[in-house]
Nanobody, 125 residues
């Protein structure tokens, strides 16, 4: 499935941004959808994930309480609401999706076959 990510931008520390991920010509039903990020010189890391059918979610520790991943059944999209942003959140954010992600692999980027194009999030201090 092709994914379209949107919503990145430049924001001051403490501000908010909302990212959105949508599948092209497909539904997210049965998929696990996740957000990953990659900062310059660093490896891609898991940020948050959601299992579409159950709605269960998971977060990387540094974003717990600040970021919220959610699904919109009507719009068939997954959003990542990012509040209280910090300069260390600066990265390219990617959405990823796959139908065959087991729970223990949700945080592993290798478990996902479909990736969006990435959207830049820059948080200034």
């Amino acid at each position: 499935v092709q994914l379209q990510a949107s919503g990145g931008g430049l924001v001051q520390a403490g501000g908010s941004l909302r990212l959105s991920c949508a599948p092209s010509g497909h539904t997210f039903r049965g998929y696990t959808v996740a957000w990953f990020r990659q900062a310059p010189g660093k490896e891609r890391e898991f940020v948050a994930g959601i299992r579409w059918n159950s709605g269960s979610t998971a977060y990387e520790d540094s974003v717990k309480g600040r970021f919220t991943i959610s699904k919109n059944n009507d719009r068939n999209t997954v959003a990542l609401q990012m509040n209280s942003l910090k300069p260390e959140d600066t990265a390219v954010y990617y959405c990823a999706a796959d139908r065959n992600v087991i729970l223990s692999s949700m945080r592993d980027s290798r478990a996902y076959d479909s990736w969006g194009q990435g959207t830049q999030v820059t948080v200034s201090s």
